[in-house]
């Protein structure tokens, strides 16, 4: 069965960083798309509608929602395709939420970053 396990998140002050990983277990391949999606943490919506933060294909290709472009990054371990990580700069408030990682219609149960001082 196919998982995914993220890793990474807490509290940071603004102008902080923090370095998300997520882990793909139970396939029979590798190098699937994967991405970040997040959500408020007092939010409740369904997994469809939230809010795209970063994708990765097989073949490194990336792309970044316009309100982290020039901060995150997203990019795959070189040993291990099936983990990707999201780097994440000059953090601000407003990119508290609910950080879940996707890939192949599989969702992860998601990790908490809150930026706050």
């Known amino acids: 069965q196919v998982r995914l396990v993220e890793s990474g998140g807490g509290l940071v002050q603004p102008g902080g960083s923090l370095k998300l990983s997520c882990t793909r277990t139970?396939?029979?391949?590798?190098?699937?798309?994967m991405g970040w999606y997040r959500q408020a943490p007092d939010e409740a919506r369904d997994e469809k509608s939230r809010?795209?933060?970063?994708?990765?294909?097989?073949?490194?290709?990336?792309?970044y929602a316009d309100p982290v472009k020039g901060r995150f990054t997203i990019s795959r371990d070189n040993a291990d395709r099936d983990t990707v990580y999201l780097q994440m700069n000059n953090l601000t408030p407003d990119d508290t939420a609910v950080y879940y990682c996707?890939?192949?219609?599989?969702w992860g149960r998601g990790t908490l970053v809150t930026v706050s001082s």
């Open positions: 809010d795209l933060v970063a994708t990765i294909s097989g073949a490194g290709m990336t792309k």
């Open positions: 996707y890939s192949g219609n599989f």
């Open positions: 139970g396939s029979i391949f590798s190098g699937y798309t």
